[in-house]
């Protein structure tokens, strides 16, 4: 019985050498793709089994790096990297060409169908790829409602669910609006779920006690499920 594979992959973005995943489902042939964008914190165990776990389900997947293969456990340092960045939209669409380029670059991805999905800046990262025009049959993003510059949701040429929890303070309700007006300007086909009583990161599970949490993040396991269901449906209905 064919299995999934996995394998690291290393590339060039922000300046830094990248450090992904990627995984691919069994058989030979052409698949649909995924790229999957990490929380701020960086590339870690958990959302590397993100990967695999979309390509169980059919998907050639790149779980991207956004910090030249650093996870942060300091509060602190991850905001003073993931700031500038979160201000600086062309150095995020430059991060997520250079994972789509690895996706596309490998022989199993369909680049006919390639989807988007992140977390937190990593999430983003894909809306702006999607505001630059490029070709993708879905965008998620969970806790990752951040508005682009004016007009250029426009250019987004497919779906965008997005789900947040509705005790999150980062993403609070003006960042919520700010954003939902963002994509009905636009003329986008948006979904936005909100998950009740969840926090900031409801996805992602306790790490352990090296990891501090900055206040109003906090882990939701019912809604963490939710939210991996929510993906899962929008990848289905809009990769086949």
């Known amino acids: 019985?064919?299995?999934?594979?996995?394998?690291?992959?290393?590339?060039?973005?922000?300046?830094?050498?990248?450090?992904?995943?990627?995984?691919?489902?069994?058989?030979?042939?052409?698949?649909?793709?995924?790229?999957?964008?990490?929380?701020g914190t960086g590339l870690n165990d958990f959302q590397?089994?993100?990967?695999?776990?979309?390509?169980?389900?059919?998907?050639?997947?790149l779980a991207f790096d956004i910090h030249g293969g650093r996870w942060f456990t300091d509060p602190d340092e991850m905001l003073a990297r993931c700031l500038p960045l979160?201000?600086?939209?062309?150095?995020?669409r430059d991060i997520g060409y250079a994972a789509?380029?690895?996706?596309?670059?490998?022989?199993?991805?369909?680049p006919n169908r390639i989807a988007g999905i992140g977390y937190g800046t990593g999430g983003a990262i894909v809306l702006e790829l999607g505001r630059a025009g490029v070709?993708?049959?879905?965008?998620?993003?969970?806790?990752?409602?951040?508005?682009?510059r004016p007009g250029e949701a426009a250019n987004i040429r497919c779906p965008v669910w997005a789900g947040v929890g509705s005790e999150d303070p980062i993403m609070a309700p003006a960042q919520r609006d700010a954003f939902a007006a963002e994509m009905q300007a636009a003329g986008v086909d948006w979904q936005l779920t909100v998950y009740g009583g969840a926090l900031h990161a409801f996805h992602h599970p306790p790490v352990g006690p090296k990891q501090r949490l900055v206040p109003g993040v906090g882990y939701h396991a019912r809604h963490a499920e939710r939210a991996w269901r929510d993906v899962v449906t929008l990848l289905a209905e809009n990769l086949g």
């Open 100 to 110: 789509l380029d690895v996706l596309r670059a490998e022989p199993r991805t369909d």
């Open 48 to 61: 590397r089994a993100r990967a695999d776990a979309l390509a169980e389900l059919g998907y050639v997947a």
């Open 86 to 92: 979160l201000d600086d939209p062309d150095r995020m």
């Open 135 to 148: 070709d993708l049959r879905a965008i998620g993003t969970v806790n990752g409602l951040v508005t682009g």
């Open 1 to 39: 019985m064919e299995t999934v594979t996995t394998r690291t992959v290393e590339y060039q973005a922000d300046g830094l050498t990248m450090v992904g995943r990627l995984a691919l489902p069994a058989g030979t042939g052409p698949r649909p793709a995924v790229l999957i964008g990490p929380e």
